[in-house]
């Protein structure tokens, strides 16, 4: 049986992980959907194939964030493909923040009001979406260095950072 869930974490009953028991009592196994590990907050996109979005942080004094590839919970490693819309809104005394290689898509004003933020660090081949207003009030001559393939994926990145509050940054390739 599985041990109780702590606060932080909700759970949903799936039927299809229902199981019959040694003496023929049913145990319903517990399905994660929203957890905090490493000082963040995550909700399960698909159990099956262990897709997470980041949703928050706990410390909202933050000077630096690092959202990886990967996180772990509960011996299950989860891929990080999302960074969900607002998840870093106004985060005030932010200066870094780094995106991992297996984000997909950035949220809708996952960055909004960072004002201090002035490095960031993409790791750009699988990135495919980047929501309105992500980096909106973002600081002038902000650098944000993206990691990718090749020129024409960078291209592609810089023209989507631009439209959601990039206009006054500084903007670097490195092949990777």
Same mark, same amino acid.
């Given at each position: *049986?599985?041990?109780?869930?702590?606060?932080?974490?909700? +759970? =949903?009953?799936?039927?299809?992980?229902?199981?019959?028991?040694? #003496?023929?009592?049913?145990?319903?196994?517990?399905?994660?959907?929203? %957890?905090?590990?490493?000082?963040?907050?995550? $909700?399960?996109? #698909? &159990?099956?194939?262990?897709?997470? $979005?980041? =949703?928050? +942080?706990?410390?909202?004094?933050?000077?630096?964030?690092?959202?990886?590839? =990967?996180?772990?919970? &509960?011996?299950?490693?989860?891929? +990080?493909? *999302?960074?969900?819309?607002?998840? %870093?809104?106004? /985060?005030?005394? /932010?200066?870094?923040?780094?995106?991992?290689?297996?984000?997909? *898509?950035?949220?809708?004003?996952? %960055?909004?009001?960072?004002?201090?933020?002035?490095?960031?660090?993409?790791?750009?081949?699988?990135?495919?979406?980047?929501?309105?207003?992500?980096?909106?009030?973002?600081?002038?001559?902000?650098?944000?260095?993206?990691?990718?393939?090749?020129?024409?994926?960078?291209?592609? +990145?810089?023209?989507?950072?631009?439209?959601?509050?990039?206009?006054? =940054?500084?903007?670097? %390739?490195?092949?990777?």
């Amino acid at each position: *049986m599985n041990s109780i869930p702590n606060s932080s974490e909700n +759970i =949903t009953e799936d039927s299809s992980d229902v199981s019959a028991d040694y #003496d023929g009592k049913k145990e319903i196994k517990a399905v994660v959907t929203e %957890f905090e590990a490493e000082g963040y907050s995550y $909700t399960v996109n #698909d &159990q099956g194939n262990k897709y997470v $979005t980041v =949703t928050g +942080i706990k410390d909202k004094k933050a000077k630096s964030i690092k959202v990886g590839a =990967t996180v772990s919970y &509960q011996g299950v490693v989860y891929k +990080i493909t *999302m960074i969900g819309d607002g998840a %870093f809104k106004k /985060l005030k005394k /932010l200066k870094k923040a780094k995106v991992g290689s297996n984000v997909v *898509m950035i949220g809708a004003n996952a %960055f909004e009001g960072c004002d201090a933020l002035k490095e960031i660090t993409i790791n750009a081949n699988n990135l495919q979406s980047i929501g309105k207003r992500c980096l909106k009030k973002l600081k002038k001559g902000a650098k944000i260095t993206i990691i990718c393939k090749n020129k024409k994926t960078y291209k592609r +990145i810089v023209k989507k950072l631009k439209k959601t509050g990039a206009k006054d =940054t500084e903007f670097k %390739f490195k092949k990777g």
